[in-house]
């Protein structure tokens, strides 16, 4: 049974325009988000966080939102760059647990067309 | 940024034989690593928990004399997969989180493509 989950496999959005990234969850104990971004051929680097107990995040064109009731978050990116193109991963942990166990979203690829 | 270094980056090997594959933290300690498997469309999948200094932690059906691993020191953990089968084919990823970090963001190396023929 999949805790973080991630419906979309792809997206595709024209330059300049909104990106959003939708990521569900289901165990209520997380309580730290992460998007990690993934080109091929490298591991994922670390995009933007959101603690539980704040309900957005913001850096630069990148902002999380984070809505506990519904346990669901996004990634918005705006305005959005043929550079963004990658795959995007949602994860999310229970820090009072288990010392950084990240828990994966299969990605979202994010296609970005000039 | 801190920087976590894996090699190698792709590896063929013949079914039955075993491959190392090492995970180096660059420029911070780590005292704990994490090593992931993520097969295609699959989200990455934690493996196991490596501890400097003592014994893994492996995740529930991740057969720990299958997958050895090694964190002889606090810049180095190593996965050897022993007797590799093809099914064990798959991008191996390791991670580290540094422990001077404020936050639950892990440092990703660039991950390992292994297929076994």
């Known amino acids: 049974d999949q805790q973080v989950k991630q419906n979309s496999p792809s997206l595709s959005v024209q330059e300049g325009r909104i990106s959003i990234l939708n990521c569900d969850y289901t165990?209520?104990?997380?309580?730290?988000f992460l998007w990690y971004k993934k080109y091929p051929a490298e591991g994922p680097t670390f995009l933007i966080s959101?603690?539980?107990?704040?309900d957005k995040n913001e850096d630069g064109r990148f902002t999380v939102f984070l809505n506990k009731s519904a346990k669901h978050l996004s990634l918005h990116i705006v305005p959005s760059q043929p550079g963004d193109s990658a795959v995007y991963f949602c994860a999310a942990s229970d820090y009072g647990g288990s010392q950084g166990n990240l828990i994966f979203g299969k990605g979202t690829k994010l296609s970005v067309k000039p | 940024g801190a920087v976590v270094s894996q090699h190698p980056s792709r590896v063929i090997c013949k079914s039955g034989t075993s491959v190392k594959i090492e995970c180096r933290s660059l420029?911070?300690?780590?005292?704990?690593m994490f090593w992931y498997r993520q097969f295609p469309k699959q989200s990455l999948m934690l493996m196991a928990t490596?501890?400097?200094?003592?014994?893994?932690?492996?995740e529930q059906g991740v057969e720990k004399d299958k997958f050895l691993i090694n964190h002889a020191s606090l810049t180095l953990s190593t996965l050897t997969v022993t007797s590799a089968h093809p099914e064990d084919s798959s991008f191996y990823i390791c991670?580290?989180?540094?422990?001077?970090?404020?936050?639950?963001?892990?440092?990703f190396g660039s991950g390992t493509q292994l297929s076994v023929l």
């Open positions: 420029d911070f300690q780590a005292t704990t």
């Open positions: 490596s501890n400097e200094g003592s014994k893994a932690t492996y």
């Open positions: 959101i603690s539980s107990i704040k």
């Open positions: 165990n209520s104990m997380f309580d730290y």
């Open positions: 991670s580290a989180r540094d422990p001077l970090g404020a936050s639950e963001k892990l440092f």
